[in-house]
C-alpha cells in the first residue's frame, strides 16, 4: 500500500513538472522560421506559414497517421511537423483551404474530405476556379475557426537558397486574422512566437536565452547553425554571421573609413572613461560606449592610433578645448606619438594589443546600414600580434569571446 502511494506521488510530481517543462515559452527570431511545412498562396506567390492554422484543433497533426522519415531541406527554415502540408489560399480577403499532401501514406480524396471536414466541422465547397496549375478539385474550405497572427516569407525563387544573405535578411509579413478574413498585413522585420518548453529541451542548440525583455528565448538560425557546425566552439565564443561591433572606433586603411568590431584600446581597464564625462554617460552614443572615436589605420602592416575625435559636447566644448588628447592616450598607454614618413603625420605603435579585429567599411552615398546587399557584403578579418599584422583576410562571418 505504501509502494503504491509512493508510485502515485512520483507519477504526480512526474505529472507537474511534465506541464510545467511544458508551459508555452515565447520566442524571437530575427529570421523568418516556421513550425510547419503547410504554405500559402496569395496572388500568385507561394508562401511558407510560420504555424499551421490547423493547429487551433487538437491531434491535427496525427488525422493522417505520423510521419516516420524526416526528408526537409536542413537549410530551410520550416519544420517537418506531420506526415502531410495542408496548402491554403487568400482569395479576396478569406483564407481557405484547398488540398493537403500526404507524404508517406496514400489516400484519396474522399477519404481525405472526410477527415478534415471531421476534424474542423466546416464544409468543403465547390469551386470552379484555376489556381496555377491545380484544379481546387476538394473544394475550398473557408478557416472560420482561425483567429490570430500568421507571419509568412515567400519561397526562394530559382537560382535562390534558403540560406542567401540577401533572401535570409529580406522583410516578411505577418498577416492578422479573425475567423478566417484578413484584417491586417504588417511588414515584418522580426517574429515572435510560442512554442513549448520541452521543443527547448529537446533542441537545445537552437535556442538561446535573450536578453530582450518579455522574451524567454532568442532562436538561432539553422543557417548559423549549418555554419557552426563546420566549427569547434568555445563555450565562451559566439559566432555570427553579419558585422557586429561593440565599439565606434575607426580604422583608415586604403583611403576607405571602416567600422571596428572592438577597440584596441579595450586592452587597457577604464578606457571608456579615458576623458571626463560633462553629460550624462551614454547621452547621444550610438554604442553607448564612450565619448570619444578612436581613429587607426595601417602603416606598413603595423596597427597604429593616429587621432581621437570627441562626440558633440555642446556647451561643454571649452572644457574639451583644455584636453590635450595625444597626451592623454601617451599617459594612458605608456607609448610616444612617433611621426611616420610614409603616413606624412604622428601616430601611436599599439604594440600592447594582440588579438582578432573584424572591419566593415562605412556605407557611402544613397547606402544604409539597413540596405541588404551591404549587410550581406564581406568584411575583413585582422589577427595582430603586438601590433603587427599576422594576417587579413576577407569574411562573411565573425567569431569573437
Not at 515567400?154 to 484584417?183: A, M, W
Not at 536578453?211 to 555570427?240: A, G, P, W
Not at 562605412?362 to 546587399?373: G, K, L, R
Request: proline fraction near 3%; aromatic fraction near 16%.
Amino acid at each position: 500500500m505504501k509502494n503504491e502511494r509512493r508510485i502515485n506521488v512520483l507519477i504526480l510530481l512526474i505529472s507537474l513538472i511534465i506541464s510545467v517543462v511544458a508551459q508555452n515559452k515565447q520566442v524571437r527570431s530575427d529570421d523568418f522560421w516556421g513550425q510547419t511545412i503547410d504554405i500559402i498562396h496569395w496572388d500568385t506567390v507561394e508562401y511558407m506559414c510560420s504555424i499551421s492554422p490547423l493547429s487551433r484543433f487538437e491531434g491535427y497533426k496525427s488525422i493522417f497517421g505520423w510521419f516516420t522519415t524526416n526528408n526537409s531541406n536542413p537549410e530551410a527554415p520550416v519544420t517537418l511537423d506531420k506526415n502531410y502540408k495542408a496548402i491554403w489560399i487568400i482569395k479576396g480577403n478569406a483564407l481557405f483551404l484547398f488540398d493537403i499532401e500526404i507524404f508517406d501514406e496514400n489516400k484519396n480524396l474522399s477519404e481525405k474530405k472526410f477527415e478534415l471536414e471531421k476534424l474542423t466541422n466546416n464544409k468543403f465547397i465547390p469551386e470552379n476556379n484555376q489556381f496555377g496549375q491545380s484544379q481546387f478539385s476538394m473544394g475550398i474550405m473557408l478557416a472560420s475557426w482561425f483567429s490570430g497572427s500568421i507571419f509568412i516569407k515567400r519561397q526562394p525563387e530559382p537560382g535562390e537558397s534558403y540560406c542567401d544573405c540577401v533572401y535570409r535578411r529580406e522583410t516578411f509579413k505577418e498577416l492578422i486574422f479573425k475567423n478566417g478574413i484578413l484584417t491586417q498585413q504588417n511588414m515584418a522585420f522580426f517574429m515572435n512566437t510560442s512554442i513549448d518548453g520541452i521543443e527547448i529541451i529537446n533542441n537545445p542548440s537552437l535556442y538561446i536565452k535573450s536578453q530582450i525583455s518579455h522574451y524567454d528565448y532568442h532562436r538561432i538560425s539553422y543557417c548559423e547553425m549549418l555554419l557552426k557546425d563546420k566549427f569547434t566552439l568555445d563555450d565562451n565564443q559566439v559566432l555570427s554571421d553579419v558585422f557586429k561591433r561593440t565599439t565606434n572606433d575607426e580604422l583608415l586603411w586604403d583611403n576607405t573609413i571602416y567600422l571596428c568590431s572592438e577597440s584596441p584600446l579595450s586592452y587597457f581597464d577604464n578606457y571608456e572613461r579615458l576623458y571626463p564625462m560633462t553629460w550624462p554617460y551614454g547621452f547621444s552614443l550610438v554604442l553607448k560606449e564612450k565619448n570619444y572615436i578612436a581613429k587607426w589605420t595601417i602603416v606598413n602592416n603595423k596597427l597604429y592610433i593616429y587621432d581621437i575625435v570627441f562626440h558633440a559636447v555642446g556647451e561643454n566644448n571649452e572644457n574639451y578645448e583644455k584636453i590635450d588628447r595625444y597626451q592623454t592616450i601617451e599617459n594612458f598607454t605608456g607609448r610616444k606619438f612617433q611621426q611616420i614618413p610614409s603616413f606624412d603625420r604622428k601616430a601611436l605603435f599599439a604594440d600592447w594589443y594582440s588579438g582578432t579585429v573584424f572591419f566593415k567599411r562605412i556605407p557611402v552615398h544613397q547606402e544604409s546600414f539597413s540596405d541588404y546587399n551591404y549587410n550581406c557584403e564581406p568584411f575583413y578579418k585582422l589577427v595582430v600580434e603586438k601590433g603587427k599584422i599576422k594576417s587579413m583576410e576577407k569574411t562573411t562571418y565573425m567569431i569573437t569571446n
